[in-house]
């Protein structure tokens, strides 16, 4: 299997004594956990969510995913055995393109998964749109966005999925969760399919206050750089099975996730910072991912280069900045596809995976690291 250039983890520090605080009995019965069944990682959360989906599908009928995104969700239409079409994205942006989206879902693409890369608001509703006349399932993956239990949900889509992995905004260090439309069919369907794994809360204590530690910028960036850790290395793994986790997990995952949104001025004001950094010539910030940053704020701000060179020239001078590529490839390469055949067949998702590299926003990025992003970037261009 392929294993690409690390990538740097960027979350916000996680809130102990969030974690610690026992749980209350009105926590356990939130109406806004209710519509939430927790698994045991995002890529679990979204494998559950197509299982369920593709019950009532002809056996053969296709999925729709973005041609550039995490493999995790690769691994999570493999496991519940979907064949994958591939949607490329609209020319320098992070989202899919419609237009694209529409012929895959008229060429037969039964369910539609749609990913806020980094964050980044997708056009959901235009999505729906299009689900809606092609009469498909629309899921929306807001891993990598301030989204999930705990909070109201726009409801356009039929499972939204979150994530609480390394590097995410608010942050367990592992699980993920799938919200329902139709939860309570949802709910039964996990209960009878999957099996109840145990989740220690001192155990997710201990590795946060590691996490804390180690992505001190003036610490990480010497710790990532040592190889045989293999810190941030993306694999497209195969998922091997599911398990749901206790629902007190989510209580946990909702007071992290309303602690970062009390954070949300903060965080937005930080992404601009680093917006500001970059270049006005020379390189690209998608224009999704600026409207986003005006608005939330990002978890990471990608920032595309001239070309590859560039790219790889930026993650070899300022990894310990905490500079980073993602992926590095198309999802269909990670399946076998040859990069000419996705150059041809996926330009815009193929040029953005060689030339998009990712700078930190979290607010642990002082002044002192600013300039030398700035001084960086200048000197690159």
């Not at 269909?332 to 150059?343: K, Q």
Request: proline share 7%; glycine share 8%.
């Amino acid at each position: 299997m392929p294993v690409l250039a690390r990538h740097t983890p960027v979350g916000e520090r996680v809130d102990l004594g969030k974690l610690y605080r026992p749980v209350a009995r009105t926590e356990l019965h939130s109406p806004l956990l209710s519509r939430w069944t927790p698994f045991g990682s995002g890529t679990m959360a979204l494998a559950a969510a197509l299982s369920f989906a593709a019950r009532g599908q002809p056996a053969g009928t296709p999925v729709a995913l973005p041609a550039y995104s995490c493999p995790d969700i690769a691994a999570a239409a493999l496991f519940a055995r979907l064949p994958i079409s591939y949607v490329d994205l609209l020319p320098e942006q992070t989202g899919i393109d419609p237009v694209r989206l529409d012929a895959t879902l008229g060429a037969g693409a039964r369910i539609a998964v749609l990913v806020d890369l980094f964050g980044t608001h997708g056009s959901l509703a235009e999505a729906r749109e299009l689900t809606d006349r092609h009469h498909a399932v629309l899921i929306h993956d807001r891993a990598q966005s301030l989204a999930g239990p705990g909070l109201e949900t726009d409801r356009t889509a039929e499972f939204i999925i979150v994530s609480r992995g390394r590097g995410k905004p608010a942050t367990l260090l592992g699980g993920g969760a799938t919200w329902a439309r139709n939860a309570e069919q949802f709910a039964a369907f996990a209960t009878m399919e999957f099996p109840l794994a145990t989740w220690s809360l001192p155990a997710t204590m201990l590795r946060a206050g590691l996490y804390n530690l180690v992505t001190q910028p003036l610490l990480y960036g010497t710790v990532s750089q040592l190889p045989f850790l293999h810190i941030g290395e993306t694999r497209l793994q195969p998922l091997a099975g599911i398990s749901r986790l206790p629902q007190h997990w989510l209580i946990h995952a909702s007071r992290q996730l309303k602690h970062q949104l009390a954070l949300l001025r903060q965080r937005r004001e930080q992404t601009l910072a680093v917006v500001d950094l970059i270049p006005a010539t020379g390189f690209r910030i998608p224009a999704d991912a600026l409207k986003t940053a005006a608005i939330d704020g990002l978890n990471r701000l990608p920032v595309l280069c001239r070309d590859a060179d560039q790219a790889r020239q930026l993650v070899a001078q300022g990894a310990h900045l905490g500079i980073s590529p993602m992926y590095g490839q198309t999802l269909p390469e990670f399946l076998g596809m040859s990069a000419a055949e996705a150059a041809t067949a996926y330009p815009a998702a193929y040029r953005f995976s060689r030339t998009v590299v990712t700078v930190p926003t979290h607010t642990r990025i002082n002044a002192g690291v600013r300039r030398k992003l700035r001084e960086l970037f200048r000197n690159a261009n």
